[in-house]
């Protein structure tokens, strides 16, 4: 929802439930007061959001990962930043991005599919918040679920926050 109303604009947005539809958010600003016709406006453009991936440092297939208990709902004001996040919600990939058997990965491999990184709300992360991982080291004859707490992380806004699952501490 875009409000206009005020001398400046801000945007409430609900960051969507599923990665193929979360979209990469990006505001221009420029410093140039007074516009003059025909000539061109220098503009610098910034994103607003901050993009989540995931990596283990060791190999096994992966069932699903999701990210829980982290806001999804937030008010962008332009010039000043994010506020008033709210609403905790889940997020993560699971048999529609991973085989229902598990899909193998590397120690060096994200994840996620490129294409289908999380692009979530900035936040400082809630108390609460963890990420999980459904993964198996003996190629799917026992699964196991690892998790991770990401409480009081900062996810700034513009950033690319990786995170790289272990299974020792």
Not at 44 to 66: E, G
Not at 77 to 90: A, E, I, K
Not at 104 to 125: A, C, E, K
Request: hydrophobic content about 35%; aromatic content about 12%.
């Amino acid at each position: 929802t875009l409000d206009t109303s005020p001398a400046t604009p801000k945007l409430t947005y609900p960051v969507p439930d599923d990665a193929d539809d979360q979209i990469d958010l990006i505001v221009a600003n420029t410093d140039v007061a007074k516009a003059n016709f025909g000539r061109s406006i220098p503009l610098t453009f910034d994103h607003i959001l901050t993009a989540i991936r995931f990596k283990v440092d060791f190999p096994c297939k992966v069932k699903s990962l999701t990210v829980n208990g982290v806001y999804n709902i937030g008010t962008y004001t332009y010039g000043s930043g994010w506020s008033n996040q709210t609403n905790l919600h889940n997020y993560g990939f699971g048999e529609s991005y991973f085989t229902a058997d598990g899909q193998y990965f590397g120690t060096s491999d994200y994840l996620n599919r490129s294409d289908n990184t999380l692009i979530l709300m900035p936040q400082t992360v809630p108390a609460e918040a963890n990420v999980q991982l459904v993964y198996s080291t003996d190629d799917g004859a026992n699964w196991q679920t690892l998790t991770a707490s990401i409480a009081g992380h900062e996810w700034q806004p513009g950033k690319r926050v990786t995170y790289t699952l272990s299974k020792s501490g």
